[in-house]
């Protein structure tokens, strides 16, 4: 079993910047294989960044230049800092790890 604890959201200005942090706890063997997904209202969840399962990132084109994924494998934590957000940034952003979710963190920009 693995848990997943988002924090780092909140409500900010577009142009500002905020960091996300997922910290992982349970069966965690490596922070591969985990990244940031988000939600925004009548939308479909999507793939924001993340480590794929040897470690390679991949971000979505809409943050490329933007947002940075990092980690720390003495923490158990993976990081998602958000610079130049834009409204368009506005979701609820999900920690995810193979099959597990984070409650997720609310993420809004206003214009």
């Known amino acids: 079993q693995v848990q997943l604890v988002e924090s780092g959201g909140g409500l900010v200005q577009a142009g500002e910047s905020l960091r996300l942090s997922c910290a992982a706890s349970g069966r965690i063997y490596t922070l591969n294989s985990m990244g940031w997904f988000r939600q925004a209202p009548g939308k479909e969840r999507e793939m924001v960044a993340r480590?794929?399962?040897?470690?390679?990132?991949y971000y979505a084109d809409s943050v490329k230049g933007r947002f940075t994924i990092s980690r720390d494998n003495a923490k158990n934590t993976v990081y998602l800092q958000m610079n130049s957000l834009k409204p368009d940034d506005t979701a609820v952003y999900y920690c995810?790890?193979?099959?597990?979710w984070g409650q997720g963190t609310q993420v809004t920009v206003s214009s």
């Open positions: 995810n790890k193979d099959s597990f």
């Open positions: 480590f794929t399962s040897v470690g390679n990132i």
